[in-house]
C-alpha cells in the first residue's frame, strides 16, 4: 500500500517570500501524487496533479511542484507567496490500479506581513 | 453549481445514538469516499465505492458503514456514536479521467 510523509508540520513564511514544502512517497510502482489545499473551514481543492511525462508540473495560483523518483519525493513551490496562501496543504499519492488516495498529515502555512 | 452537498454542516451528538452524514453529488462520477479528517493525522480512509452498489473498507472503517444504492448518494451511518467518532468528515468523488477528487465542504461532528 502506498503511503505519503509530509516532514513539516507547521511552516511560517514572509509575504513575498519564496515557499517550499516537503513531500515524501512510499510506493513500489509510478505513482499518482496530487497536492490539494485547505483553506479555514473549507473543503479541500486541487492544485496540481502529477501522472507522467513532465516532472515539473504547473498548479493553480502559481504552484509548482516537481517529481524526483531518485528521491520519492513530489515538494511544491512558489516563488512569491502572498497573504491568501496562508492553508493547509495535503500531499496524496494514488496507483493505477487502485482509485483511493492516502493523505498526509499536512503541513500548515501562516504568512507573515 | 455541480459538486458534492454535505449535511449536517455541524451536529453535537450523545453517546451511543445513530448518526447519519448525508453526501449528494451531482457529477455523476462512479467513485465516491468518505474521509475523516483529525488534527497531525490528516485525512483518513473510512470506506468508498468504486461504483453503484459497491462499497469497500478504508483505513479506519470500524464503526462505520455506508451504503451506495445509486450514483448520485453515498450516506456514512454511525450505528452507536462514541467519543473518539469526534472529527471533521470529508465526502469525496472522483473524476473518471484525471483521477482528481472533488471534496464537499465538511461535516463537523462532535460526541459527547
Known amino acids: 500500500a502506498q503511503s505519503v510523509t509530509q516532514p513539516d508540520i507547521h511552516i511560517t513564511v514572509s509575504e513575498g517570500a519564496s515557499l517550499e514544502l516537503r513531500c515524501n512517497y512510499s510506493y513500489g510502482a509510478t505513482p499518482y501524487l496530487f497536492w490539494y489545499v485547505q483553506s479555514p473551514g473549507q473543503g479541500l481543492q486541487l492544485l496540481l496533479k502529477y501522472f507522467s511525462g513532465d516532472t515539473l508540473v504547473q498548479g493553480i495560483k502559481g504552484f509548482e511542484a516537481e517529481f524526483k523518483r531518485s528521491q520519492s519525493s513530489f515538494n511544491l513551490r512558489k516563488p512569491s507567496v502572498h497573504w491568501s496562501d496562508a492553508a493547509e496543504y495535503f500531499c496524496a499519492v494514488g496507483a493505477d490500479n487502485d482509485y483511493k488516495l492516502s493523505f498526509g498529515a499536512g503541513t500548515t502555512v501562516t504568512v507573515r506581513a | 453549481i455541480a459538486g458534492i452537498t454535505q449535511a449536517p454542516t455541524s451536529q453535537i451528538l450523545a453517546a451511543g445514538r445513530r448518526m447519519t452524514l448525508r453526501c449528494t453529488q451531482d457529477?455523476?462520477?462512479?467513485?465516491m469516499y468518505w474521509y475523516r479528517q483529525d488534527l497531525g493525522l490528516g485525512l483518513r480512509l473510512i470506506h468508498y465505492s468504486n461504483t453503484a452498489g459497491t462499497t469497500g473498507k478504508g483505513e479506519v472503517p470500524d464503526g462505520y458503514s455506508v451504503s451506495r444504492a445509486n450514483t448520485d448518494d453515498f450516506p456514512l451511518t454511525l450505528a452507536s456514536a462514541v467519543p473518539s467518532q469526534t472529527s471533521v468528515y470529508f465526502c469525496?468523488?472522483?473524476?473518471?479521467?484525471?483521477?482528481?477528487?472533488?471534496f464537499g465542504e465538511g461535516s463537523r461532528l462532535t460526541v459527547l
Open positions: 469525496a468523488s472522483r473524476a473518471h479521467y484525471t483521477g482528481e477528487l472533488f
Open positions: 457529477m455523476r462520477h462512479n467513485a
